[in-house]
């Protein structure tokens, strides 16, 4: 597999995997970019798009990367069927990183004066956000106390030439450091890696217990260990391969308003008083490439998230209930699961492993082994003709859940919902479903049939 952010994109080029293509025409940072993703999507393509001409601004930009799950899987060497095994054995089996002297991520250093974030371009993606953000960087950070990085995204606002506006979510690990350095009364380092990796993307998003080292989690996918330079101006290590990188402090006590921004759940969130990161280096390749996520409920940022979540999920609810067989995150907030379920009352032991995973899932569904969890027409018709309300369904009122979600009251206080859409008692013993003999299932060729009508015929979507 590619060790970095270029070989992956190269690779990507050669292969092909869910479709590559290079852009001359110039686009501009303000929608359109946005746009032409828009749709495509509708159109049901999610191809690799590389940007060579960006209006104002001398660097081609980068997106869908993480769009096709076939095409991460690709970039990790495995097969999509495979991607979620793999991301479950890296946790088992991380490999610390490497420091290194040199990286290609420091070919040019910019300090004081000549740090100016304009240069970077950034995207306005929807007529609500309030400016350009920074969406595709992997934020890094230490534990002050142990020394343990934290990696994760956060949205980050461009306020001016040094200044970005960032978006820390409650509950989560950055948070907790941030924290920490704020009731000392110190500003907390940390540097930004735009141009990763998919390895790299699947370890900043990883979910697990406060100390796990992310870090190794991206060795472990890697197969070989992350190597990491150190930075100019503060006291952390980055990705030697990264494209760009950003220093600096997140100031204490300091609020600006940050915000609107179109998040993934397909609206746009209010604005609010987030903290602020000063840039004090931008470090880069020569001829560096950037990398966007486009922001709001398109197909790359909700695809790369739910990967190491599904992991996550699959991990912590096996262990709880062993036949759980597959998971698969439907939508924002939303899981689903199946099990080949031995006994009544599992399948809400497997629901209630599923809320201890993760404290913004607001709802989980459990459904038998015989339905792909992936085919929501299917999930939904176990729903329909499985379940009784008064029996099947338990709500867990004003718990914590996503500030994200639009529903939620003040700092995120949600109902969490379960779902068991199992057949009862068993489905063994539950009406017989409909089904054609499989003989002649695989007999009948629609060709010696209708073969005319198939040849004129366009596929229908719905």
């Known amino acids: 597999m590619g060790e970095d952010f270029r070989s992956f994109l190269k690779e990507m080029e050669e292969t092909k995997e869910g479709g590559f293509f290079r852009i001359s025409k110039e686009v501009d940072t303000r929608y359109e970019v946005s746009a032409i993703v828009t749709k495509l999507e509708k159109a049901r393509q999610i191809p690799l798009l590389f940007f060579e001409k960006v209006k ?33 054995q890296a946790y088992q089996k991380p490999m610390p ?12 250093v910019l300090q004081g004066n000549e740090v100016d974030l304009g240069k970077l371009p950034a995207m306005v993606y929807h007529n609500t956000d309030a400016g350009p953000y920074i969406t ?17 995204y956060n949205r980050l606002m461009v306020k001016g030439k040094n200044r970005l506006g960032i978006f820390i979510t409650v509950g989560k690990h950055l948070n907790a450091i941030f924290s920490k350095m704020e009731d000392r009364g110190q500003p907390l380092e940390v540097a930004v890696s735009i141009g990763n990796h998919p390895a790299w993307a699947i370890g900043a998003l990883a979910i697990g217990p406060y100390y796990e080292n992310e870090t190794a ?28 990188v950003l220093e600096g402090e997140i100031e204490p006590f300091v609020r600006e308003e940050e915000g609107p921004f179109g998040e993934f759940t397909g609206y746009a969130i209010h604005s609010a008083q987030n903290p602020v990161f000063r840039v004090k280096a931008i470090t880069h390749r020569y001829n560096p490439i950037y990398q966007d996520i486009c922001g709001g409920q398109h197909r790359e940022h909700l695809t790369m998230a739910t990967i190491p979540m599904e992991a996550n999920y699959f991990r912590v609810i096996k262990g709880a209930v062993p036949e759980v067989e597959a998971v698969r995150m439907a939508a924002p907030f ?11 009352g599992q399948a809400r ?11 913004y899932l607001k709802h989980a ?5 015989d339905i792909d969890v992936a085919d929501l027409q299917r999930v939904f018709w176990a729903m329909a ?18 500030s994200l979600d639009p529903s939620a009251e003040p700092l995120g206080v949600i109902d969490k919902m379960g779902i068991d859409a199992t057949a009862k008692p068993s489905l063994e013993r539950f009406a017989s479903v409909n089904q054609v003999p499989k003989e002649v299932m695989d007999r009948i060729r629609l060709e010696d049939y209708i073969g005319d009508f198939l040849a004129s015929s366009k596929p229908a979507r719905g």
């Open 56 to 88: 104002g601004h001398t660097m081609p930009v980068v997106v869908n990367c993480y769009a096709d799950r076939g095409r991460v899987a690709s970039a990790i060497g495995v097969s999509k069927q495979d991607l979620n095994q793999r991301v479950a």
């Open 97 to 108: 990183p490497v420091e290194v002297s040199k990286a290609p991520v420091q070919e040019v």
């Open 136 to 152: 595709a960087g992997i934020v890094l950070a230490k534990d002050p106390d142990t020394g343990d990085y934290n990696l994760s």
């Open 217 to 244: 989690i991206i060795g472990g996918l890697k197969g070989s260990p992350l190597e990491m330079v150190r930075c100019k101006t503060v006291d952390l290590m980055v990705p030697a391969g990264a494209e760009i």
């Open 334 to 344: 939303t899981l689903v699961i199946s099990m080949r379920k031995k006994y009544e």
């Open 349 to 359: 032991s497997a629901l209630l492993a599923a809320f201890s995973a993760d404290l």
């Open 365 to 369: 569904i459990v459904v038998d082994h």
């Open 385 to 402: 003709t499985r379940v009784q309300a008064s029996r099947d369904i338990f709500i867990i009122p004003r718990a914590r859940g996503s």
